[in-house]
């Protein structure tokens, strides 16, 4: 079972329960999340587990999971599910030919579910611009940066200040398969012209990638904007564990955009990371402490991700 290490003395009378019935509640609440940013190998980057591994070892702990990998499309990955509901993704780095469109449709052909398709990540001109490596050391713990000739041409939504055609054709592609957009790594001002023009294109499943991470810095201003087009605002768990973004911070944003407007994700799968399981755990603990209530927990970790990949719950 999981333990209420770091819960708050008094926490049950502040929610008006003891505190073993709001575990049990946070517990159901957790057992039946998709998590959708879940990092999986086998990877350039060390990983904690496989695909088959994170299903052995989550099966009944969370519903499911959408599964990332920065170099390579997951439909690739060898896998039984089972009941656990797997969502796969591809992430729009060089390594599978930037934006290319025809690696989500030839991912999303081989899916049951709709798969995320994120925007660049380790190759995005922003973030290499801001951490100078594809791998940050804090991804790894390792004393090294791994660099190379892409962190001088980055990847970048805008050509002479217009949306790239190839950029347009991933997002025909992601409304024609029915998947979810994700922003990735990109700057928050190409997040901003690029929801825009997928809302303007009818797509209606988009994430903004945890916003908050330093090498985004996201405006609030800009997050109301682009939830009243429809997207929802990611809140992860490694924004308080790897980059120290303090909980309070992350409550703060929550409330400026509404619960209703968040999901709530992991973003573990580093090889010192916990499970996912464990993590939602004690970050729902936290969030919790700094005034969430479980009604909001239920819209960000069950609600809200269910209705991305378009999976019912019954909320029994």
């Given at each position: 079972?999981?333990?209420?290490?770091?819960?708050?003395?008094?926490?049950?009378?502040?929610?008006?329960?003891?505190?073993?019935?709001?575990?049990?509640?946070?517990?159901?609440?957790?057992?039946?999340?998709?998590?959708?940013?879940?990092?999986?190998?086998?990877?350039?980057?060390?990983?904690?587990?496989?695909?088959?591994?994170?299903?052995?070892?989550?099966?009944?702990?969370?519903?499911?999971?959408?599964?990332?990998?920065?170099?390579?499309?997951?439909?690739?990955?060898?896998?039984?599910?089972?009941?656990?509901?797997?969502?796969?993704?591809?992430?729009?780095?060089?390594?599978?030919?930037?934006?290319?469109?025809?690696?989500?449709?030839?991912?999303?052909?081989?899916?049951?579910?709709?798969?995320?398709?994120?925007?660049?990540?380790?190759?995005?001109?922003?973030?290499?611009?801001?951490?100078?490596?594809?791998?940050?050391?804090?991804?790894?713990?390792?004393?090294?940066?791994?660099?190379?000739?892409?962190?001088?041409?980055?990847?970048?939504?805008?050509?002479?200040?217009?949306?790239?055609?190839?950029?347009?054709?991933?997002?025909?592609?992601?409304?024609?398969?029915?998947?979810?957009?994700?922003?990735?790594?990109?700057?928050?001002?190409?997040?901003?012209?690029?929801?825009?023009?997928?809302?303007?294109?009818?797509?209606?499943?988009?994430?903004?990638?945890?916003?908050?991470?330093?090498?985004?810095?996201?405006?609030?201003?800009?997050?109301?904007?682009?939830?009243?087009?429809?997207?929802?605002?990611?809140?992860?768990?490694?924004?308080?564990?790897?980059?120290?973004?303090?909980?309070?911070?992350?409550?703060?944003?929550?409330?400026?955009?509404?619960?209703?407007?968040?999901?709530?994700?992991?973003?573990?799968?580093?090889?010192?990371?916990?499970?996912?399981?464990?993590?939602?755990?004690?970050?729902?603990?936290?969030?919790?402490?700094?005034g969430i209530s479980l009604k909001d927990l239920e819209m960000m970790l069950v609600n809200n991700p269910r209705r991305l990949v378009g999976?019912?719950?019954?909320?029994?």
């Amino acid at each position: 079972m999981r333990t209420l290490d770091g819960l708050k003395i008094g926490l049950g009378s502040a929610l008006n329960g003891p505190v073993y019935i709001i575990y049990m509640q946070l517990e159901k609440l957790i057992s039946n999340t998709i998590d959708l940013h879940v990092h999986v190998g086998p990877e350039i980057i060390p990983r904690k587990f496989s695909v088959q591994e994170l299903i052995r070892e989550e099966g009944g702990k969370l519903a499911g999971a959408a599964i990332k990998n920065h170099f390579f499309a997951t439909t690739s990955m060898a896998r039984d599910s089972g009941d656990f509901i797997l969502i796969d993704s591809v992430v729009l780095n060089y390594y599978v030919g930037g934006f290319n469109s025809d690696i989500i449709r030839a991912a999303a052909e081989l899916s049951k579910y709709p798969i995320v398709v994120w925007f660049p990540t380790i190759n995005a001109k922003n973030f290499l611009s801001v951490t100078g490596c594809e791998i940050p050391i804090e991804w790894t713990k390792q004393e090294r940066k791994i660099k190379s000739d892409i962190c001088d041409r980055g990847l970048e939504i805008f050509a002479d200040g217009k949306i790239r055609a190839d950029v347009v054709g991933v997002l025909l592609a992601i409304k024609e398969t029915n998947s979810i957009l994700a922003t990735g790594h990109i700057s928050w001002r190409e997040s901003e012209r690029l929801v825009q023009t997928a809302a303007d294109l009818g797509i209606k499943r988009i994430i903004i990638t945890h916003p908050i991470y330093r090498p985004i810095g996201m405006p609030i201003n800009i997050q109301q904007k682009l939830i009243k087009m429809g997207a929802v605002i990611e809140h992860c768990v490694s924004m308080n564990t790897i980059d120290k973004i303090s909980i309070r911070e992350i409550v703060e944003q929550i409330k400026l955009v509404g619960a209703s407007n968040c999901i709530l994700t992991s973003d573990v799968g580093q090889s010192s990371s916990p499970y996912p399981s464990i993590t939602l755990d004690k970050f729902c603990h936290e969030l919790l402490c700094e005034g969430i209530s479980l009604k909001d927990l239920e819209m960000m970790l069950v609600n809200n991700p269910r209705r991305l990949v378009g999976v019912d719950w019954s909320g029994k």
